[in-house]
């Protein structure tokens, strides 16, 4: 890009001298087919009434005492020119830009993908966006639409630079997870807006006085280069949702940052006078189609926000309505909108006692105030006491710094309806995304129909993980590896169904007794690689059972078709024993040490008496 007044219309102000290496040439000179046009402008704006003049003479009063009061210096014609054309310089696309936006798109989304903020920050400090943004603010000020052009065509470089690396880095990942810090960046809210808010105001500060940097690079980069590549993570994995969210957020940080610089540039005299901006029909289409570009996904936050503002302010009043006003806090309260799906809240309350049909009645209580349908997902703590309830929001706040500042809260309607059964307690593990189901025992149920029922809806619960602890059992039978053709007896159960049983209830360590030891350690070795501590108890043959008469008759082969015979069976003792039978077994071990010291001791004597 050349720096020539030809190409940029940025002539000094009347009276003062010519920058260097410019000169006085008109910039209507330039372009003839629109020199007719911007002259007619130009003298329609020499013409303009005196309460015009006025009022720029008012407003010129107040950006000056208000600049003043923001500790902005007043730049003087010649400085404010310098200043725009370094950063318009700063601004240009260079191999350097595109080198550093792809290497702090790589950065950040390694360390999204491994949830790591250090990573992240990381991404941050080596991100270039600072230079274009700013660029593309002073446009706004000066109204200067090639300005804008031009910085709006090095971002769109930058942040497609961005997306295209979070998609190659997904695809080459072997780990796609959506993280907290993914999650973070899949929707704007009103924290996102601030951020980028005062990152702008910021941004515009450093460059007016001089000491732009590394600092205002990371706090722009804070609010763009990471959800830049969310956009590319959510094409990698295809998840439309994650991808769009991130894009508005984007678009909405970008649009605040900009209006951010272009304000600061306007208040600190660092803008280009109204006076000199060109009025040509392509300017004035330049100008407009920008601002629409940046003001449309901006305004479309703030209206998502301003709704979210209102389901909230309903939803504290309708739980609290729904719970009792007495003894109950709400400790957290978050709001869920999209254009394409119900809003949804997801709160935490503290109370003293449990209020059944807590949600349904939030949910009515919350259409009657707006009009519209609102799912609410209710978790109710009980605490009795002031410091209970302390505790409680700690713990709450805890969990909710652990699993990620994202709004993950499980579906537990959702999954309770999935599984379908009466549950007597459900709870999460919100870092490892698992909800854990334990159902009331049901009458006729297999541990086989409770693990279908935990795939089929683990499958139905979209992000979360569902785990079902169905009721214990004190022993099980396992059928043991036999030989082909041979039936399982009735209610025994395979090793690997054996196996996801005694994960769900936690167990370390069972005993197993078979009658076939010949085929039991293929399932102890099973058990143990699992990381489950196998005591084996071995049988003891019943000596009162009658031995086989010589001569017995030798069993019929089956012949093709017949049964082989019932694969040998294990049974795998889930509970240990308790200290009582502990005791009693020691003590019935003792007695029979001492009958049996007893019974040789006259034994010995006898044969001591011989022996003389």
């Known amino acids: 890009m050349n720096d020539t007044p030809t190409a940029m219309p940025d002539d000094p102000l009347p009276g003062q ?230 894009l508005l957020l984007f678009l909405t940080n970008l649009a605040a940052i900009t209006f951010a610089f272009a304000l600061i540039a306007r208040l600190s005299g660092a803008a280009r006078p109204f006076g000199k901006v060109e009025w040509t029909p392509r300017y004035v289409t330049i100008l407009v189609a920008a601002f629409l570009a940046l003001g449309t996904p901006l305004s479309m936050t703030l209206m998502k926000l301003s709704t979210e503002a209102k389901i909230r302010t309903a939803a504290r009043a309708a739980i609290l309505q729904a719970c009792g006003t007495k003894g109950v806090t709400i400790a957290q309260l978050d709001v869920k909108s999209s254009v394409f799906s119900a809003p949804s809240v997801d709160a935490l309350v503290i109370a003293r006692r449990y209020t059944s049909n807590a949600e349904a009645s939030a949910e009515e209580l919350i259409h009657k105030a707006l009009g519209d349908e609102v799912t609410i997902n209710l978790q109710q703590v009980l605490a009795a006491d002031v410091q209970a309830q302390t505790r409680a929001m700690v713990d709450a706040a805890m969990e909710r710094t652990a699993a990620g500042i994202a709004a993950d809260v499980p579906p537990f309607n959702a999954i309770r309806q999935s599984v379908g059964l009466p549950t007597r307690s459900v709870w999460s593990d919100r870092a490892q995304r698992m909800v854990y189901v334990e159902p009331i025992p049901a009458p006729g149920w297999t541990l086989a129909d409770y693990r279908t029922t935990e795939q089929a809806t683990s499958k139905e619960t979209q992000g979360w993980t569902v785990r079902i602890v169905p009721p214990a059992q004190a022993e099980m039978e396992v059928a043991l590896s036999g030989e082909n053709g041979m039936k399982h007896p009735e209610g025994a159960i395979s090793a690997d169904l054996a196996l996801w049983a005694l994960q769900r209830w936690g167990m370390a360590r069972v005993t197993v007794s078979s009658g076939d030891e010949e085929h039991l350690g293929a399932l102890v070795k099973f058990f143990s690689d699992a990381g489950i501590e196998v005591h084996i108890r071995h049988l003891v043959p019943d000596p009162a059972a009658s031995p086989k008469p010589k001569g017995a008759e030798i069993p019929k082969q089956p012949q093709d078709g017949e049964s082989q015979g019932l694969v040998p069976t294990a049974t795998v003792s889930v509970y240990g024993q308790s200290p009582s039978q502990q005791a009693a077994e020691a003590a019935r071990a003792a007695a029979q040490k001492a009958a049996a010291e007893k019974a040789a001791s006259p034994k010995a004597a006898a044969q001591q008496t011989s022996g003389r």
């Open 17 to 246: 001298s010519n920058p260097p290496g410019t000169d006085r040439r008109s910039f209507h000179d330039a372009r003839e087919p629109n020199a007719e046009f911007a002259k007619k402008v130009e003298a329609a704006w020499k013409k303009r009434p005196m309460w015009i003049r006025r009022a720029e003479a008012f407003v010129h009063l107040v950006r000056l005492r208000l600049a003043h009061a923001v500790l902005l210096p007043q730049l003087t014609p010649d400085q404010a020119y310098d200043l725009r054309q370094h950063v318009r310089k700063d601004g240009e696309l260079t191999n350097g830009y595109i080198l550093m936006c792809a290497l702090a798109a790589g950065i950040a989304t390694l360390g999204l993908l491994q949830s790591s903020t250090a990573v992240v920050i990381g991404a941050m400090l080596v991100s270039p966006l600072m230079a274009p943004i700013a660029s593309m603010g002073f446009g706004f000020a000066s109204l200067d639409g090639h300005r804008i052009r031009d910085a709006a065509k090095v971002v769109a470089v930058g942040a497609a630079i961005g997306i295209l690396t979070g998609m190659l880095l997904t695809w080459l990942s072997p780990i796609r997870n959506a993280t907290p810090e993914i999650l973070a960046r899949t929707e704007p809210n009103l924290l996102d807006l601030a951020v980028a808010l005062f990152s702008g105001i910021a941004g515009g500060y450093s460059t007016v006085i001089g000491k732009g940097g590394t600092a205002i690079g990371v706090a722009i980069a804070t609010a763009l280069m990471p959800p830049l590549t969310v956009v590319g993570y959510g094409i990698g994995v295809f998840q439309p949702m994650f991808a769009m969210g991130a």
